[in-house]
């Protein structure tokens, strides 16, 4: 990152919108109050008011925008997205840099798991780490890879798909998941379908409730949300052994129940046995503010 | 790769050495007859014999060596072979290097299937391939990854095991595996392991002949080596979903069996659809030539 330059990072989420500044010498120079996403307006609406919304910051050298979905990487073009279907289509640097009057290289726009990857490496849990994978348990579950310190997207700009990895294949009764496939990752351990298991098993759906009594005492919710770090376990053994990488951090909402969930996440990566380290699974520590600091730490990336 | 030097290529394998040199303008020089192994007289004999055959190529200006098992990424030594258990513990390159009378950084070693990649990437099926994986389908399951038209082995050397990703798990019936876990792609897919479904299923065990009744006729032969395939994309899906790599490179003996499986492969690929084109899958073009060309290409990489 250029050590004088000022740079707005942007977090745009389903329901709200998460925005800092990073200033001189990588100091954080200030967050503000989320802006209410409010899609259902329509995007001109929604863009012209993103905009109004980075202004406020005063003035910056340049923006970093994270966005749930994928991008095509030729065009930029958000090419989907399940929260903000609105946008698709739109190709959210050139429109935010006419409205910013900046010029196009002076706004990078990233999917949002990968960008709070990109911070919890930089000043989160991941700071000093080259190689990590981050997961987002939240509605779905997102994915960020960093490899030798830098982010990694795939040349299709679709890597680390850790959600749409399938653990259950159709055949063996998986879940239909909202990409199409069935069985994936998502519909094991996500915050929406650990709530859809707890209520198929008869349990409360409440999961602040469902780990406050798996951590009381033993019983059905304990074996659940051990089955759920089980099933994160397989997944993540995919990404030792394809990626060598063995430091893990878990963010979003769900991420709470990682003390309920550690030991069947280590359980089954144990199974995974050819020579790597036993990999290290913790807890993101950036919270809501990874995404808006992987932005702007992008928005510093030279170019 | 230097323009002007002469780069040597070692291929060692369980049964041979095959070897070549490369030379002025990426030219292939030359290769010779295979050294037999026989790594049972022990592994200075071995290394002995090795360097005599490398001499017999004439003068070169680096070394590359392939061999297969793990490297130790700080000291290189051989950590696991399962072919070469005689040379665990041994630091390859330091050996050879002192051996040949060159310098240490004159010698590189890494896994065979890395370099076999690194060569199908050069002057084979993949070249022109910024992004490929390879798969050796063997004794086991080999795995090369190449991103950017880079050799990616990951942070401990350990990247690309894509023979002992998970398919089946303990629990769900899967097979024992060499690497102490069940179920790897490898013990359902490789060319020992195909052997070994077809006796369970009273078939013949000559791979040839059970490809020739494949292709012949509907049937039990042809029904096995389409869930064969299966179990393949099933594997490769996991290199798609975190690498973003949609194009493979299917190698080693039981390659010949791409025909009667290619369909299987596609159907499990493509039950993995988030935006990624759909993957091309071909066969290697170098045959035993692949992995001398790789380490060659290795030797003359800038250092």
Excluded at 97 to 118: F, I, P, T
Excluded at 274 to 281: A, H, L, M, R
Excluded at 289 to 294: K, L, P, R, S
């Amino acid at each position: 990152m250029s050590p004088t330059g000022r740079f707005l990072g942007l977090d745009i989420g389903g329901t709200s919108v998460k925005a800092g500044m990073v200033g001189p010498g990588e100091k954080r120079v200030g967050a503000s109050m989320p802006l209410p996403t409010q899609i259902q307006d329509g995007p001109e609406v929604f863009l012209d008011r993103l905009c109004d919304y980075a202004r406020s910051f005063g003035p910056f050298d340049a923006v970093g925008v994270g966005c749930p979905g994928v991008f095509d990487p030729g065009t930029g073009a958000l090419r989907a997205s399940a929260n903000l279907q609105n946008l698709e289509g739109r190709i959210l640097g050139q429109e935010i840099a006419q409205r910013l009057n900046l010029s196009e290289n002076q706004v990078r726009v990233d999917n949002d798991a990968n960008l709070a990857a990109y911070g919890e490496q930089w000043h989160g849990a991941g700071a000093g780490r080259d190689n990590m994978c981050l997961l987002t348990l939240g509605t779905g579950i997102g994915g960020g890879l960093i490899q030798d310190g830098r982010l990694f997207t795939g040349p299709h700009g679709m890597a680390s798909e850790v959600g749409h990895i399938v653990i259950l294949p159709k055949e063996q009764g998986g879940h239909p998941c909202g990409c199409g496939s069935a069985g994936c990752l998502e519909t094991l351990a996500s915050a929406t379908h650990v709530r859809r298991r707890a209520r198929e098993a008869g349990l409360t759906e409440d999961t602040v409730e469902l780990c406050r009594r798996a951590e009381a005492a033993a019983g059905p919710e304990r074996e659940l949300l051990h089955q759920v770090g089980r099933d994160l376990g397989r997944g993540m053994s995919y990404v030792v052994s394809l990626l060598d990488i063995t430091f893990f951090v878990i963010a979003g909402g769900f991420s709470a129940a990682l003390p309920q969930m550690i030991e069947g996440i280590h359980e089954t990566l144990s199974e995974r046995r050819y020579g790597t380290p036993k990999p290290d699974v913790v807890r993101a520590t950036l919270g809501p503010d990874a995404g808006w600091m992987g932005a702007a730490r992008l928005a510093g990336d030279a170019r």
